[in-house]
């Protein structure tokens, strides 16, 4: 008997993939990210170069689950807080305030469109409904965020020109950060010869294939895997996370071709790393059909969880090093605990 056979949301999560990759194809991996953060109730960020089809892999992502409510909001220099979470406007007539609210409100998924072109003030006003889900208003109630709610964002890493850097606050409130680069010369081809997808009607080939109630039953059920999670994965996460940390002994270990890393990371992930690692980490072995958690899971979500959370040291920004060459040793350094379980054949498990 199959996994999907088993458990009929799995097949609804695959359907999902499978109408995502009419209009956006290849980025395997990057859209099975997109649905782990999905289910596991995280926000996404997405990195490429112009033209590589971030804002239509979100729009499509939107566009196939039903009873789903999204907006869009274009982050710029002159956007203020205001323009996100909403406003209190005096109404002369009535001779109070009137609250107007902002895109953020009322919907399930938000576009957050070139987020770096926006200030740091700005950019704050996404903290609170990113981690609290919910909005603080000064003389209003609290307004509280629909549920599911995930922010999914795109930044240009080309222009420099009219940007900001995202602060360390804002990129710790995301699971992922997923990096899109061109596709293969193959999947070039069928974009070009897939000429339904070209124009502005490409969403009309998108179906509903999954309701947002499906995907609030499949969080329910991640978690209770997450809370299941047996102490020597949790003690796995946590070597990984530590490992990161310069101040952390464990930390020198970590080495590439003899050597270590101190001229290179300035800081190392907070808890939320360890914490997003997991769910992510639950969210695989529930594709997979298990009911536990195995390091090849841990394995499977680190990258994406991590790379935008180790601060680099000046030096290391100079010399255009990347954070996943770190990751790389930072696996092969820190010893597996437990057992591994490969998993079962599955559409979004990683091959």
């Known amino acids: 008997m199959s996994n999907q056979t088993q458990n009929p949301m799995i097949a609804k999560v695959n359907a999902l993939y499978k109408e995502i990759g009419k209009v956006v194809i290849g980025y395997k991996d990057v859209k099975r990210a997109l649905l782990v953060a999905l289910m596991s109730d995280g ?24 009873g789903a409510k999204s907006n869009r909001i274009q982050f710029n220099p002159d956007l203020k807080p205001n323009d996100v979470i909403g406003v209190r406007i005096f109404n002369g007539v009535l001779g109070k305030y009137e609250f107007t609210p902002g895109p953020i409100l009322g919907c399930h998924f938000v576009l957050a469109d070139e987020l770096n072109r926006a200030t740091a003030l700005t950019q704050s006003a996404l903290l609170q409904p990113m981690q609290e889900r919910f909005i603080d208003i000064p003389g209003m109630p609290r307004q509280i965020l629909n549920d599911p709610f995930m922010v999914m964002a795109t930044i240009n890493p080309v222009e420099q020109e009219g940007t900001f850097a995202l602060p360390e606050a804002q990129l710790d409130r995301f699971m992922f950060k997923l990096i899109m680069t061109y596709v293969s010369r ?149 010893p ?11 559409l979004l498990v990683r091959k």
Request: hydrophobic share 45%; net charge negative.
């Open 43 to 66: 926000h996404v960020l997405l990195e490429s170069m112009p033209g590589l089809a971030k804002t239509m892999l979100i729009n499509t992502l939107q566009t196939a689950i039903s």
């Open 186 to 334: 193959e999947d070039e081809i069928k974009v070009l010869k897939n000429t339904q997808v070209h124009g502005r009607k490409a969403m009309d080939l998108i179906k509903p294939v999954i309701s947002v109630d499906e995907i609030l039953q499949i969080r329910t059920e991640i978690e209770a895997l997450t809370a299941n999670a047996s102490d020597p994965i949790v003690e796995y996460i946590t070597d990984l996370m530590r490992a990161t940390r310069p101040v952390d002994p464990t930390f020198k270990k970590v080495k590439a071709n003899g050597k270590t890393f101190e001229d290179r990371i300035a800081y190392g992930a907070s808890p939320r790393l360890g914490i997003w690692v997991l769910k992510g980490a639950a969210c695989m072995a529930w594709l997979s059909g298990r009911d536990h958690i195995n390091p090849d899971d841990v394995k499977a979500v680190l990258r994406d969880c991590l790379r935008h959370r180790l601060i680099l040291t000046q030096e290391a920004v100079f010399d255009n090093f990347s954070a996943d060459e770190f990751i790389n040793a930072l696996l092969e350094s820190v």
């Open 336 to 346: 597996v605990v437990g057992p591994t379980n490969p998993a079962k054949p599955n």
